[in-house]
């Protein structure tokens, strides 16, 4: 199952289709319906606007589960790079393995962002040391372990995904396009060859993917 269909919702109106996981019976439907508006606005390129939303959120006396993660993307959407890698952190120790294993790819990722000294090694280390159950998160990993290139790693998704009208398919090349031209940017230093993958393969992003605004 694609990492990211759980945390968006659907919308009953145009053509928008937006998927969540579900709530929980704590949640009530202004909490349900400021969280969708958060989406709403990280999905139009707007996360200032979103930020107080899961600020309100997390923060109330009864935090709602489910805008931890979508939280920590919009930390990074503003620039706040640390407080998002301390985000995903706490995240990877949630007793919900999909979202504890998205976190991991996010703590690479912003690993990899940090830079640093011999940081390939240090990455592939951080991600054999990792486990994950959903496939299309290890093949991510296994780019972080240099156990394929990233180039080859979208060309096997995109091999094994056909994206033409099946969403979830498509979710998850948004997601392995995101992961793999960040880390042709940040660990191998190659932006031309990330512009280039994401210029090519953005006719099939997901527009719901929260990953999607990140790229544009």
Excluded at 11 to 20: C, D, H, I
Excluded at 43 to 64: F, H, Q, T, V, W
């Amino acid at each position: 199952m694609p990492v990211f269909f759980r945390y968006l919702l659907f919308f009953f109106f145009s053509a928008l289709t937006v998927f969540v996981q579900p709530a929980t019976a704590a949640v009530s439907q202004d909490e349900q319906a400021a969280f969708q508006q958060a989406i709403a606005f990280d999905l139009a390129g707007k996360p200032r606007e979103a930020r107080g939303i899961y600020d309100s959120l997390l923060n109330s006396y009864m935090p709602m589960p489910d805008a931890a993660v979508p939280s920590a993307i919009n930390l990074y959407a503003l620039g706040r790079f640390a407080e998002s890698m301390s985000a995903f952190k706490a995240i990877q120790g949630s007793a919900n393995r999909r979202d504890a294993e998205y976190a991991s790819l996010w703590v690479l990722l912003l690993t990899a962002r940090n830079g640093g000294a011999d940081l390939e090694r240090k990455l592939a280390y951080m991600a054999e040391a990792m486990h994950f159950s959903d496939a299309a998160n290890k093949h991510i990993a296994d780019m972080f372990a240099k156990k394929i290139s990233a180039v080859q790693l979208l060309k096997n998704i995109v091999l094994q995904n056909d994206v033409s009208f099946d969403p979830k398919k498509q979710d998850v090349v948004t997601q392995t396009v995101f992961f793999a031209s960040s880390y042709l940017t940040w660990v191998l230093n190659d932006k031309a060859l990330a512009k280039q993958m994401v210029d090519k393969t953005r006719h099939f992003f997901l527009f719901e993917s929260l990953e999607r605004p990140l790229m544009e």
